[in-house]
Nanobody, 120 residues
Framework: VLLVESGGGLVQPGGSLRLSCAVS????????MEWYRQAPGKGRELVAR???????NYADAVKGRFTISRDNAKNEVNLQMNSLKTEDTAVYYC???????????????WGQGTQVTVSS
C-alpha cells in the first residue's frame, strides 16, 4: 500500500489547513488510519486516529481543534486543522498497519510526510 500526503504549507497562527492522505488500496481494508507529526528535534507523536467504524481519538494537544475523517469513496484520510498554533509546526505523516484484511496482510506503512509551518 502507498500513502501520499498533501495539503501542508505555511499558515499564520489561528489559521486553518486541511491535510489529505491518498491511499492506494480500498480504505475499508484498514482497521486504523492515523496521522502523526514530528517537530524539529522531537520524536514522532500520534495526532489523530480513526477506525474502520469511524471511531476517533486525538492527542490532548489537538482536541477540539483538529478533526480526522475518512472518505471511503475517494480512498482518502483527511485532517482538518483549525486554530493552528506555532507549536503545531511539524512534518505530518499518514500511517497504517500492520493489519490483516481477510487473508491480505498490510505492513506498517508511512507516507513521505507534508510540512506544516505555523508562523506570523
Amino acid at each position: 500500500v502507498l500513502l501520499v500526503e498533501s495539503g501542508g504549507g505555511l499558515v499564520q497562527p489561528g489559521g486553518s489547513l486541511r491535510l489529505s492522505c491518498a491511499v492506494s488500496e480500498p480504505i475499508f481494508s484498514f482497521d486504523i488510519m492515523e496521522w502523526y507529526r514530528q517537530a524539529p528535534g522531537k520524536g514522532r507523536e500520534l495526532v489523530a486516529r480513526i477506525t474502520r467504524g469511524g471511531s476517533t481519538n486525538y492527542a490532548d494537544a489537538v482536541k477540539g481543534r483538529f478533526t480526522i475523517s475518512r472518505d471511503n469513496a475517494k480512498n482518502e484520510v483527511n485532517l482538518q486543522m483549525n486554530s493552528l498554533k506555532t507549536e503545531d509546526t511539524a512534518v505530518y505523516y499518514c500511517h497504517t498497519g500492520p493489519s490483516y484484511y481477510g487473508v491480505t496482510y498490510y505492513a506498517d506503512t508511512w507516507g513521505q510526510g507534508t510540512q506544516v509551518t505555523v508562523s506570523s
